[in-house]
């Protein structure tokens, strides 16, 4: 089946650094991928979409220069965590859809973020 | 706007009791319906879907059927088994052309004690 992974699994950092996530397709072509942040207990909330070759874009309250989306290939998304604050910390969730048809969104594992 | 709502959790249960997670959801025109389940640490992963009103979404045990006139998708399981136990997610998609928006519930933890 269609194979999406997320890395890193879990990250400590410091506030003020920042923070890289891959996202990528092993066995698929991904035309879109989504960034989902979760919260404990709560939903997951879409954050962005990303279609190669072009800007992500954000959903509403999502800023854009704290949380860089780059989609450079159909098998790679990352996000960026800009200038990390404890209030980011949080589980990031990648999802990735392949080009053809109604195909469904794989999902990453998550990545764990812990600012301090 | 469109949303998704699931019953409140936790929901704790023994071996081979029967399950339901009530999910409603609020759209306009038919989405499509999801189940999709996250087990500790980890992603999600799709449980059953359906497309259509009347539709039941099947697997691993799991049903569900979409009932239009009730707005409803609720999730049931005859007998559940310790390695159930995760969080479930309801969920509704609209999708067309290059728009393809999942809107998810809360979630709801469930418990499956031997």
């Known amino acids: 089946g269609a194979v999406v992974s997320q890395h890193p699994s879990r990250v400590i950092c410091k506030s003020g650094t920042s923070v890289k996530i891959e996202c990528r397709s092993l066995d698929f072509q991904a035309t879109t991928m989504f960034w989902y942040r979760q919260f404990p207990k709560q939903s997951l909330m879409l954050m962005a979409t990303?279609?190669?070759?072009?800007?992500?874009?954000?959903e509403q309250g999502v800023e854009k220069d704290k949380f860089l989306i780059n989609h450079a290939s159909l098998t790679l998304s990352t996000l960026t965590v800009t200038s990390a604050h404890p209030e980011d910390s949080s589980f990031y969730i990648c999802?990735?859809?392949?080009?053809?048809?109604?195909?469904?969104?794989?999902f990453g594992n998550g990545t764990r973020l812990t600012v301090t | 706007g469109d949303s998704v709502t699931q019953m409140e959790g936790p929901v704790t249960l023994s071996e081979e009791a029967f399950l339901t997670i009530n999910c409603t959801y609020t759209?306009?025109?038919?989405?499509?319906l999801f189940w999709y389940v996250q087990y500790p640490g980890e992603g999600l992963q799709l449980l059953l879907k359906a497309t259509k009103a009347d539709d039941k979404g099947s697997n691993k045990g799991f049903e569900a059927t979409y009932r239009k006139e009730t707005t409803s998708f609720h999730l049931e399981k005859g007998s559940v088994q310790v390695s159930d136990s995760a969080v479930y997610f309801c969920?509704?998609?609209?999708?067309?052309?290059?728009?393809?928006?999942?809107?998810f519930g809360k979630g709801t933890l469930l418990t499956v004690n031997p």
């Open positions: 969920a509704l998609l609209f999708s067309g052309g290059s728009n393809y928006k999942l809107t």
């Open positions: 990303s279609n190669e070759g072009s800007k992500a874009t954000y």
């Open positions: 759209a306009t025109g038919y989405p499509s």
């Open positions: 999802s990735a859809r392949a080009r053809q048809g109604s195909s469904p969104l794989h």
